[in-house]
């Protein structure tokens, strides 16, 4: 495994970790089925709120 591997594969998991990668998954599926996706900005304000309103567990 190459040093370009490690970093990709770090650089994934640290998108994956910070929400970052879910941007991107939600722009894939507007694609795929057709809908215009909402701005950056209410993405991550219905996010935001979602984990508001609907708790999960977590640590604090």
Avoid: I
Wanted: aromatic content about 6%.
């Amino acid at each position: 495994m190459t040093l370009t591997d490690r970093l990709s594969g770090a650089w994934r998991l640290l998108r994956q970790a910070t929400g970052e990668a879910k941007w991107d998954e939600y722009l894939v599926r507007c694609e795929r089925e057709g809908v215009e996706p909402m701005s950056r900005r209410a993405f991550e304000r219905h996010r935001a709120d979602e984990k508001e309103h609907n708790p999960q567990a977590r640590c604090c």
